[in-house]
């Protein structure tokens, strides 16, 4: 049976663009959280699919002992009625064997399939560490999530330098020395800062220097995990981590690297969202530049004219925009001029470059003059 593993700690992981700001108390989808819900809910049904294999053996074994129980008292009978009814109760023995043969099997096969079951982090601390540690975690009361986030920013900021260094490293030996020397580092802290920094690299396409932090991430967040199963403070227990990890048989090491793979995954899904939301904001930004005196998009209204008309602006030629004017539905030619006005195609009055008097198309005048009127109304 294995436990449930509190992972709350990470729905809370920042993915801000503003580092300044970054902490691990926003409310946001957590990483590691639906692939730890996806898989207890797995485990869950394994261990109760195992616990009804027990109980149908169980089951089928209290009717086998009914039916031996009845042939007994059977056979001391000399009875034709009770020869008949004996007869009748051995091959019901004979059935209720083969099933319970059947249960047997069955709970036989779940139990290599579980053998069999990779591990993660639900399961790593559960074998193979010893459980005789002094250093006993604490009650400690529950922060706020003002506490923890000023908590964040106090830590990161008098250690900012440190976690970063290491997050670069690469071998077991190093890593175990450095947090040897740096023991403080041990902590949720330096979890949530690594997580933030991952999702940054993947940003920036540093995607070498990600996977690498990526690896620290988890070594970390396995340490905190050890933590809480065994009920000590995390500086008490990570020796016993690099210990295990070093010397791990492959299935010990194919669950680390499972749950690196999947948080990789997860930090390019996060990078994708934070992309593709500032090109959204830049996209609205340039909108609003772009936007006239009446509140429209230039762009967007450009797009709505008739093509003669596109051809006008496009090549700005004023002449043949009144020549097109002057050819369309009077009606229709007011929505698109006032369109084109609210949008700043179109400036009303605005001379020639040349300072030459060009003389107007008449319909063209009229409807100038009538969209100058319908703004000052």
């Known amino acids: 049976m294995t436990s449930r593993i509190d992972y709350s700690v990470w729905d809370h992981i920042e993915v801000s663009d503003d580092e300044d700001e970054t902490h691990p108390n926003i409310d946001t989808p957590s990483l590691f959280k639906w692939r730890h819900e996806a898989r207890v809910e797995r485990m869950d049904q394994f ?11 169980a089951e089928a074994r209290r009717k086998l002992t009914e039916a031996q129980k009845k042939m007994k008292n059977l056979s001391s009978s000399a009875t034709d009625d009770a020869k008949s009814e004996l007869s009748k109760a051995q091959a019901e023995e004979k059935r209720l064997k083969k099933e319970e043969r059947d249960w047997e ?37 529950e922060e706020t999530e003002e506490q923890k986030e000023q908590k964040h ?51 920036e396409e540093k995607k070498a220097l990600m996977e690498q932090v990526a690896h620290q991430t988890i070594v970390m967040q396995f340490i905190l995990e050890l933590s809480k199963s065994l009920k000590v403070d995390p500086r008490g227990c990570f020796r016993q981590f690099f210990a295990k990890i070093k010397t791990a048989d492959q299935q010990y090491q194919d669950a680390f690297n499972d749950e690196l793979e999947s948080f990789k995954e997860r930090v390019r899904g996060r990078a994708k969202i934070r992309i593709e939301r500032a090109l959204k904001e830049y996209e609205e930004e340039e909108r609003k530049k772009r936007l006239g005196p009446g509140g429209l998009d230039p762009a967007e209204v450009y797009e709505t004219l008739p093509e003669e008309m596109q051809k006008c602006f496009d090549e700005k030629d004023i002449a043949m925009l009144q020549t097109v004017i002057s050819k369309m539905d009077p009606t229709e030619a007011k929505v698109h001029m006032k369109r084109c006005i609210d949008s700043g195609l179109w400036v009303p009055n605005s001379r020639p470059d040349e300072g030459e008097e060009k003389e107007e198309d008449p319909t063209y005048e009229e409807l100038n003059k009538e969209m100058e009127q319908q703004k000052i109304e």
């Not at 261990?47 to 053996?57: A, F, P, R, S």
């Not at 036989?108 to 006993?136: A, C, Q, Y």
Request: glycine letters at 4%; aromatic letters at 8%; proline letters at 3%.
């Open 47 to 57: 261990v109760k699919t195992g616990e009804d294999l027990e109980k149908g053996l």
């Open 153 to 203: 920013k106090t830590f990161v900021e008098k250690y900012e330098k440190q976690i970063k260094h290491f997050g670069m490293m690469k071998r077991w030996d190093d890593s175990q020395k450095y947090l040897s020397d740096n023991p403080h580092l041990v902590c949720e802290e330096t979890a949530n800062y690594l997580v933030i920094m991952c999702i940054d690299l993947e940003v």
């Open 105 to 141: 099997k069955k709970l036989e096969d779940h139990r290599r399939e579980e053998k069999k079951m990779p591990w993660n982090v639900d399961t790593l601390s559960k074998e193979g560490f010893s459980k005789s540690v002094m250093n006993i975690k604490p009650d400690v009361k």
